[in-house]
Nanobody
Framework: VQLQASGGGLVQTGGSLRLSCLAS????????MGWFRQAPGKELEFVAT????????DYTDSVKGRFTVFRDNAKNTVYLQMNRMKLEDTAVYYC?????????????????WGQGTLVTVSS
């Protein structure tokens, strides 16, 4: 499975950005998808996950109520809608996929990773 993340960029605090992750999987709905991020000098951090059907999601506490993860299985794409963004959201964001069950909150539980897309939030 190959993953291609896109949509990163520069946004001001309080603004919005939508990340996309296109997967090459033959049966995309078989895969649990996750979003992670890594800020400068920090460890990789779980952000959000969605199950194969798209009806179950989970988030890290710092983004609950601001970020939404959803997927379009017909387009083999998972999205991360980021609203009311904060300076601390600045990071390289990665999408990940795994054919195992949901939820999958740790980086080690994902077999496939995208290349990352940089999100910078400025004041």
């Amino acid at each position: 499975v190959q993953l291609q993340a896109s949509g990163g960029g520069l946004v001001q605090t309080g603004g919005s950005l939508r990340l996309s992750c296109l997967a090459s999987a033959r049966t995309f709905s078989n895969y649990c998808m996750g979003w992670f991020r890594q800020a400068p000098g920090k460890e990789l951090e779980f952000v959000a996950t969605v199950n194969g059907n798209g009806d179950l999601t989970d988030y890290t506490d710092s983004v609950k109520g601001r970020f939404t993860v959803f997927r379009d299985n017909a387009k083999n794409t998972v999205y991360l809608q980021m609203n009311r963004m904060k300076l601390e959201d600045t990071a390289v964001y990665y999408c990940a996929a795994d054919a195992g069950g949901w939820p999958r909150l740790r980086p080690s539980s994902y077999a496939y990773w995208g290349q990352g897309t940089l999100v910078t939030v400025s004041s």
